[in-house]
């Protein structure tokens, strides 16, 4: 049995949407944004939301720091742009991450697996070198 699901988010006059398709027998999901993968999550449409507007924050503060650089704009000003985004990305980590912890790893630990928090150990090394 299949059940889709259809979100949209607005910026602008830009309209960005996804389906889902969810095999509810299977333990494999497949999506139309990632079909190479095989390990998804389905998200609220508050954290996707949520997501997609910080991932576009970051995206127009990469954008002008490449506006800034075409121009000739004084390195300083570029340096503090770069360190807005990386404080936007550092913002979108976090976020992402403790939705992660919530989620996807409590409910591993509540179904007495620890194979998620094994994971998360690794990634957590990964960001913090």
Not at 48 to 71: A, C, F, S, T, W
Not at 83 to 107: M, P, Q, W, Y
Request: charged residues 35%; proline residues 1%.
């Amino acid at each position: 049995m299949e059940k889709k699901r259809q979100t949209s988010v607005t910026k602008k006059a830009e309209s960005v949407k996804r389906t889902e398709t969810v095999h509810e027998t299977d333990t494999h999901h497949e999506t139309d944004t990632c079909p190479a993968c095989c390990r998804t999550k389905e998200r609220s449409e508050k954290e996707y939301k949520d997501l997609i507007n910080r991932l576009n924050r970051v995206e127009g503060q990469i954008r002008g720091i490449k506006g800034m650089l075409e121009k000739d704009a004084y390195c300083i000003d570029i340096l503090n742009q770069v360190s807005a985004a990386t404080c936007a990305l550092n913002s979108f980590t976090k976020e992402l991450l403790g939705n992660h912890i919530r989620s996807c790893v409590a409910d591993d630990i509540r179904d007495g697996n620890d194979d998620k928090l094994n994971e998360l150990v690794c990634t957590l090394q990964k960001l913090m070198k």
